[in-house]
């Protein structure tokens, strides 16, 4: 298992939650606000271990940022917030019913998120969440 391959897999995965216009694999060099909401997933710390020998093992965080609108776009504050409500919910609900996101990895561990917030990208403000999952890969 490498790290492009389960990061491939969020995204197809990101792709099919209500809510979601694009999830790419490539990194973007600005959002469109076409693509909103838009999720990005970043590989993050890990730990290697050697399961047994020959068989490696990692465990490492995946940070999936979801960039739902501009924050200075709309009527205010709510209209943001409650587009992001049942976005963020949706991300649990998908990550507690496919804890290997359909075979790829071995197992799903932590997951959290940070709550709705405001998220720069390229020098612009979105609302939108943070999630942090742990994911066991061999």
Known sequence: MTVLTTLAAFQ???LTITGIASAP???PAALN????PIALTFPGAA???EQAIGLKRQFREY???VYVNPAAQGEGVDEGFQECLPIIQA???YYLGHLTLTDVVDH???IRDEGIGVLPFAGI???GFTYHVSVTEK
């Open 12 to 14: 197809a995965a990101h």
């Open 125 to 127: 403000d979105y609302r």
């Open 47 to 49: 730990e290697w271990d």
């Open 63 to 65: 940070i999936i940022r």
């Open 108 to 110: 799903i561990g932590d």
């Open 33 to 36: 606000t076409a693509t909103l």
């Open 91 to 93: 991300f649990g609900e």
């Open 25 to 27: 694999t490539a990194m």
